[in-house]
């Protein structure tokens, strides 16, 4: 569908994500999640391609500019390798720097900020925790000032990139209860007190690595308190708005390929003496997907277009992110359809897609907590 706020700089960084996601991650997606991993120079070359920089200045390795459009198309083009993982693998990092450029003091972010924007050192977001991740405003980690320090304690799971990050943004309780006693913290994975362990054997992104994260006595410098005490929930709130247009955007990513993967299958694979393209059920689900892939691209334009005109479009965001997940699970799963038992065997990005479907609609805000928060920005 043509895009009205197509220009050429956009059209051309969207052009090199895809170049490079066609040559070194889409041919190699099957070959690391088997293995469980991918190499860490992708960050790297990602880096150099400026994929981290959005709204970072250029005195920390940033782009020195914004746009949710390239944002979103970044996201986009690097979920339509044929499995996300590696978007998951390097989104931790995405996800991470926005409250570090934002709130962390100027000595952290001289020191690491351009290390993560380019690639060389990991950071995480690190909120969930294993007592629940969409009640935000019930967390226990806690931090206790004990005069110069902050002292951590408590555990952080679900964490993408936690066994290779370097660097930690942790939600803790320095308040009292609900969203007005949490503050946010920068911690470095080498600091006295911290150990992770991994969450394996999961159902997806098994390139990507998500760990447990513990924190016992775990002692950071006062002046790593990121931005003010006990205002961190609006911090992660709004750090929220741009993981769930990443997860719009890669979940259209997905739907496209789940479209051009069935396109081509049913016009190769006979039936009855047809090609399957040529049988009527099956084109009404390619004009279903089709239509779906649509109408979630064209609300996230619009989105894309508040955002860069000023306004963080909360109530559409939440609607979108739970209408794209629908929309992919709906994708995902007449493409497999229209593959059949082909759909069905590891190896075929269908299956991995179909399999990943499920973390796009429970990660970053699952489907049930973006409606009530949709329904609440209407006043209700
Ligand atoms: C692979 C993966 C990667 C992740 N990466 C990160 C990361 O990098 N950093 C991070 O901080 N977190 C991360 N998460 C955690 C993710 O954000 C949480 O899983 C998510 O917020 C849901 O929290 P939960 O799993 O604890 O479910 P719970 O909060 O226990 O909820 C369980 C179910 O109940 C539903 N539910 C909860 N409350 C209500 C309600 N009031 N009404 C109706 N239904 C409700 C939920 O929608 C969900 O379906 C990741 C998760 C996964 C699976």
Not at 75 to 82: F, I, K, L, N, Y
Not at 121 to 139: F, H, N, Q, R, W
Not at 159 to 182: H, N, P, Q, S, W
Request: with cysteine.
């Amino acid at each position: 569908m043509q895009n009205p706020f197509e220009t050429e700089e956009r059209l051309a960084f969207r052009e090199t994500v895809r170049r490079y996601v066609n040559s070194e991650i889409k041919p190699y997606v099957d070959e690391w999640d088997e293995a469980g991993d991918f190499p860490w120079r992708i960050h790297e070359e990602l880096g150099a391609m400026g994929y981290f920089g959005f709204g970072v200045s250029e005195q920390y390795g940033g782009l020195g500019f914004d746009d949710a459009f390239m944002r979103a198309s970044a996201s986009e083009e690097m979920a339509r390798a044929g499995g996300t993982a590696v978007w998951a693998g390097v989104g931790g990092r995405g996800i991470s720097i926005g409250p570090i450029e934002r709130l962390a003091n100027e000595e952290i972010r001289s020191q690491v900020l351009e290390d993560i924007v380019l690639g060389r050192k990991g950071s995480c977001l690190a909120i969930t925790e294993p007592g629940g991740g969409s009640d935000v405003a019930s967390m226990q980690t806690t931090a206790e000032r004990d005069g110069e320090e902050w002292v951590l304690n408590g555990a952080k799971t679900f964490i993408t990139g936690g066994m290779k990050g370097d660097y930690f943004v942790v939600g803790a309780r320095t308040g009292g209860e609900g969203l007005l006693g949490i503050s946010l913290f920068f911690v470095a994975a080498d600091n006295t007190g911290f150990s992770r362990t991994p969450l394996e054997r999961k159902m997806g992104w098994w390139a990507s690595d998500q760990a447990t994260l513990y924190f016992d006595n775990c002692r950071v410098p006062a002046s790593h308190l990121m931005g003010e005490e006990n205002r961190g929930f609006i911090a992660i709130m709004e750090n929220f708005n741009f993981e769930r247009l990443s997860l719009v955007a890669g979940a259209v990513g997905m739907m496209k390929t789940c479209l051009e993967e069935s396109i081509a299958y049913a016009r190769e694979r006979i039936t009855f003496g047809r090609p399957l393209l040529e049988h009527q059920v099956i084109r009404h689900k390619i004009a279903d997907m089709s239509a779906k892939v649509d109408q979630i691209e064209a609300y996230m334009q619009l989105i894309c277009w508040q955002i860069n005109n000023g306004t963080m479009p909360v109530a559409e965001i939440c609607k979108a992110k739970f209408s794209a997940t629908k929309a992919l699970a709906f994708c995902a799963s007449e493409a497999m359809q229209i593959f059949g038992g082909a759909g069905y065997l590891r190896g075929n990005p269908i299956e991995r897609i179909y399999r990943e479907v499920k973390v796009f609609a429970i990660g970053g805000g699952s489907e049930e907590i973006m409606r009530d928060l949709a329904v609440r920005q209407m006043g209700l």
